[in-house]
């Protein structure tokens, strides 16, 4: 959440900023006038709770001295004031209620160096590391889903069968690959990150925290009869580790990593390359995620994007690193670089990371600080991205690693993992 100080003392500013985001002028307008309503009846409620503070004493002591009259007078004006403070209160509670409703689909500023636009053709590729456009001119690769049907090791049929669409069913070697991923990408950032396994499903005000709701409810999965909501990524549990609490300056940066799997509805991706392991409902993940200081920031957001990086660097994966424009931003992201892994069998670039910097958006939102050593208490600032995405890049490896002969050999760093060189297909 945005700190409500700077609709009202810097308008203009504000006002551009988010512009820059898609917010409409006026939304802006709406929020600054509800402000203003509001500051107007606190100060109100405020004057007439302290005149009824005032006079409800002197009631008592004109009925002591027997001025009964005196006192019914002042007690009828007194409860003229009471009826007209209810009325104020909930004008009060109205203002809050529809201050909120803005407040909380507002998204984060875009970084001052975030490139401009809107689209994914706005976005700025920084750079390329380990692809060569020649190596794939005249060599013939198959999607990762035509090749895991042949192995054995993806059933697309049974997985339809027992969820739909864009659910996965892995099998034997297949399903030992994602394990090798998810485990490779921990034992990577082991002694960086602490590991945290967190509950699966969490409670409306965590999701809230992290910006997901209410702009994304349309997105989440809801359960049926209770306050839970199955997590669209680790990052949700991950940001309410601290939620209500004060750290201590030198306990920041405070880093974690976790496993989780991860659900999200994608109502908006019908046709949009829904087949295989490129866009599913429920896929595995490993998150990262750091809490520092403003002055710590920049530092460990290149860090974890190194981090982020490593993985793929020792798969052998070619990949290239992006810097998303501001209108293709996460809600509550102020900057993010995407990483986008490139898969030959279906000849594009997936998305297997983005790392952002979310400034102090979701610590307003969750009301997580630090203590200065001055004492000063200040809103930390925080920053995710996946260690290890691992459907897509589960992909990916299938399709570098085919073969003539219809087998995949395994990248180095996971053959300890695996206990094989090579997946081959059925003898039979």
């Given at each position: ?207 809230m925290a992290t910006g997901h709701l209410p702009k994304f409810e349309m997105e989440a999965y809801k359960l049926r009869d209770d306050d839970l909501w199955a997590i669209p990524t680790g990052e949700v549990p991950l940001m309410s580790l601290y939620r209500d609490e004060i750290l ?181």
């Amino acid at each position: 959440m945005i700190d409500r100080k700077l609709i009202t003392d810097d308008f203009d500013s504000t006002a551009l900023k988010l512009k820059r985001k898609g917010v409409e002028h006026n939304t802006l307008v709406d929020a600054r006038n509800l402000l203003e309503e509001r500051k107007l009846l606190l100060q109100s409620v405020d004057e007439l709770r302290g005149i009824i503070n005032k006079t409800s004493p002197i009631i008592g002591r004109l009925i002591t001295d027997g001025k009964k009259e005196e006192a019914n007078a002042i007690k009828t004006n007194l409860t003229s004031h009471k009826v007209k403070l209810n009325t104020l209160e909930d004008a009060l509670k109205q203002v809050d209620l529809n201050l909120e409703y803005i407040l909380l689909r507002l998204p984060n500023f875009p970084a001052d160096d975030c490139p401009d636009g809107f689209t994914e053709q706005d976005n700025v590729v920084l750079r390329i590391h380990g692809y060569d456009e020649d190596k794939y001119k005249n060599s013939i690769y198959k999607p990762h889903w035509e090749i895991g049907s042949l192995l054995g090791i993806y059933d697309a049929d049974r997985s339809a069968k027992i969820s739909g669409s864009m659910f996965s069913l892995l099998r034997g070697e297949g399903a030992k690959l994602l394990r090798a991923l998810v485990t490779f990408g921990l034992d990577l950032n082991q002694e960086k990150y602490e590991e945290i396994l967190p509950p699966h499903f969490v409670r409306t005000e965590t999701l809230m925290a992290t910006g997901h709701l209410p702009k994304f409810e349309m997105e989440a999965y809801k359960l049926r009869d209770d306050d839970l909501w199955a997590i669209p990524t680790g990052e949700v549990p991950l940001m309410s580790l601290y939620r209500d609490e004060i750290l201590n300056e030198d306990e920041l940066p405070r880093c974690h990593m976790a496993y989780t799997v991860c659900f999200r509805r994608e109502s908006g991706s019908y046709g949009k390359d829904t087949r295989g392991m490129q866009r599913l409902h429920e896929f595995h993940k490993v998150e990262l995620l750091k809490l520092c200081t403003p002055e710590q920031s920049q530092v460990e957001f290149e860090s974890m994007l190194a981090d982020a990086e490593r993985p793929l660097q020792l798969l052998g994966l070619p990949y290239r690193v992006v810097d998303l424009c501001s209108g293709d931003l996460t809600f509550s992201s102020t900057r993010i670089f995407d990483l986008e892994v490139y898969a030959p069998g279906v000849n594009r670039w997936l998305e297997v990371s983005s790392i952002g910097i979310f400034t102090d958006f979701q610590a307003r939102r969750g009301n997580i600080r630090f203590r200065r050593k001055a004492g000063k208490t200040e809103f930390v600032y925080a920053l995710n991205g996946s260690a290890m995405a691992t459907p897509r890049v589960w992909a990916a490896v299938i399709e570098h690693g085919l073969q003539p002969d219809g087998s995949v050999t395994i990248p180095l760093p996971l053959i300890p993992y695996m206990g094989c060189e090579v997946i081959r297909p059925p003898k039979s």
